[in-house]
């Protein structure tokens, strides 16, 4: 994959899906890695120019652009050598519900231990923070709705952890 990201991408979009078999499942959670740290090492997907899998979305966009929002590496970043996959799949197709939608249920699958009040209230920090540098109109919607998914979340998480302690 590094010495031939664009030629193993090729070959493996035939396997990927939709629809989304198996074999499938387990080529995207490889694409996507950060299996057991979503704060560590990416999968394979970045080493993939942004250009060739937007080439491959932009063949089929009502059936692409949602399918790559579930396997993106579940990271916001900025940093101007490396490319944030999540956020340019917003920039370009986050005018779309169901990509957002998609993208939340990505970020959303994850694992923590302590309080999810306290996971939850993390989360939302660390989004609103990133909204502060953003200027692409569907990244602020996408967070706004993520956030307000997020506050629902949390108002039962609380709601939970008082009847449990």
Not at 11 to 26: E, F, T
Not at 73 to 87: G, S, T, V
Not at 102 to 124: D, T, V, Y
Request: charged residues 35%; aromatic residues 10%; hydrophobic residues 35%.
């Amino acid at each position: 994959m590094r010495q031939r990201p664009t030629e193993v991408w090729k070959a493996i979009v035939k396997y990927i899906g939709p629809p989304i078999d198996s074999r499938a499942y387990r080529i995207t959670d490889w694409l996507r890695g950060d299996r057991f740290d979503t704060q560590g090492e990416t999968g394979a997907l970045p080493l993939i120019p942004q250009e060739t899998i937007g080439d491959w979305v932009d063949e089929n966009v009502e059936k692409r652009a949602w399918y790559v929002a579930s396997f993106v590496p579940k990271q916001l970043f900025r940093n101007k050598d490396i490319p944030c996959l999540a956020r340019e799949v917003l920039v370009r197709y986050g005018n779309r519900e169901k990509v957002r939608t998609r993208l939340m249920a990505n970020f959303s699958s994850e694992g923590w231990s302590g309080p999810q009040s306290e996971h939850l209230e993390r989360k939302k920090h660390n989004l609103l923070e990133f909204k502060q540098g953003e200027t692409d109109g569907h990244v602020k919607r996408w967070i706004d709705e993520y956030v307000e998914n997020i506050d629902r979340q949390i108002e039962r998480a609380r709601i939970n952890e008082e009847r449990e302690f």
